[in-house]
């Protein structure tokens, strides 16, 4: 018995909890019959009221349009040459390995000119450009 009394007050009050809720959100939205209407509305300040006659009052007349000018035609634009990356750095490439030269007889090497080895090149080195960047210099990060 006191099981069945407990399930169906437990019922009870799940059922009701949400009704009540109900009625207070109507009572609150719902609109008082006994409170007094007001028909009037408060003044409007100046300030808001000569607003609102400028904007009543018909536009001035369009000035007379000036004829247009000839354009001049000038280069289309063109983009700049820049570069985000430094320039390559120039490599000299070696020709084939010639080998040693054999010890012959002195007979065969007068007869022969030497072969001598071109003398090594400067390599032009290239310091690298400043960067142009686009990045944002005002940023902490």
Sequence with gaps: MGLIAKCVSY?????GL???????IHWLIAADAHAPRTLESPPLPPRIA??????KQPLPPPSPSVPPRSAVVTAPLRQATASLHPAPVPMMVRG??????KSRSAREAVKMPAITAPAPQAV???????????ARSDVPY
């Excluded at 000569?50 to 904007?55: A, F, W």
């Excluded at 290239?126 to 686009?134: E, M, S, W, Y």
């Design 96 to 101: 084939p390995h010639r080998g040693v030269m």
């Design 124 to 134: 032009v080195t290239r310091l690298p450009q400043a960067v142009i960047t686009t």
């Design 18 to 24: 949400p009704l009540v809720f109900a009625g207070g």
């Design 11 to 15: 019922a009870a009050i799940i059922c």
């Design 50 to 55: 000569d607003s609102i006659e400028r904007k």
